[in-house]
């Protein structure tokens, strides 16, 4: 079995996050990148299935140069190569952009199972699995919490707010995963150093037959134009128990419209 796993690098969830003054984006180059955490449970259900069946994992990233390091720190945990988009005019794609992308690429890459996060910590969309889906044309089992693999048939269990759905497909297909799925191994001494001998191709817009002014800020389907800092946070109103607090209570409730 052939998976591609989709890994995004994120500025780290738990820093503070700066935008750029002169396109409201956030700033990457001075912040701490990480792998989006879901991408490592869509790792780990990769690795898991490869070595039940003796497949083999590419990881897929789009990103600029510093990329790298989140690819060799993914691939630490066992996949056997990888592949980079990069490109300068990608910069600013919204998700329709980068869905073009990631399809195009994919589109380069034998595969049998595409593996991704249910959503990237950075923006949460959780819309790229559909995206893909519908520029390749497979079907897309999202929100998994668990995965099985049968020959040609995949089966997920769906998570969803009252319990779960079961969802089977035929491969190709693409699956995003929670993290209620597993637990991330964590990267060997072993595999750390196997990871700086492990392929890594890099391929440009031209590689894959897309125009610069497709993707990227120019071909974006959206425009920030202002952002501000949230304000502070501001005091709420005290109840001073005087032997009518639980109605000042309850008249406050009820002006907030909670009851």
């Known amino acids: ?42 790792i780990e259900a990769a690795l898991t299935l490869a070595e039940a069946s003796g497949g ?17 720190k993914a691939l630490s945990m066992g996949p056997d190569k990888a592949v980079h988009v990069l490109d300068d005019a990608i910069a600013g794609s919204c998700a329709v952009g980068t869905s073009k992308v990631l399809a195009a690429a994919l589109g380069t890459l034998e595969y049998d199972l595409v ?6 910590t950075d923006s949460a969309v959780g819309a790229m699995p559909h995206m893909i889906s519908a520029r390749l044309g497979i079907p897309a089992l999202t929100g998994a919490r668990k995965l099985n693999v049968d ?41 750390i150093m196997a990871a700086k001998r492990k392929p890594i ?6 590689d894959l037959g897309i125009a610069a002014d497709e993707v990227g800020a120019a071909g974006a389907t959206s425009t920030v134009l202002s952002a501000a800092q949230r304000p502070p946070r501001e005091a709420g109103e005290k ?21």
């Open 239 to 259: 109840v001073v128990d005087e032997g009518e607090g639980g109605v000042a209570l309850a008249g406050f409730l009820a002006t907030e419209k909670f009851v």
């Open 1 to 42: 079995m052939k998976i591609v796993v989709l890994v995004k690098q994120v500025p780290d969830s738990s820093l503070e996050r700066n935008l750029r003054p002169d396109d409201y984006r956030v700033d990457r180059a001075s912040a701490s990148n990480v792998i989006s955490e879901i991408d490592e449970n869509a």
């Open 56 to 72: 083999e994992v590419t990881l897929l990233t789009v990103g600029p140069d510093h990329a790298t390091e989140s690819i060799r």
């Open 151 to 191: 020959g040609s048939t995949v089966n997920v269990e769906r998570q969803t707010e009252d319990g779960y759905e079961e969802l089977t497909a035929s491969t190709p297909a693409i699956v995003s995963v929670w993290d209620s799925m597993n637990t991330p191994r964590y990267a060997s001494l072993k595999g």
């Open 201 to 206: 191709t890099t391929l440009s817009l031209a």
């Open 115 to 120: 593996l991704a996060g249910a959503e990237s």
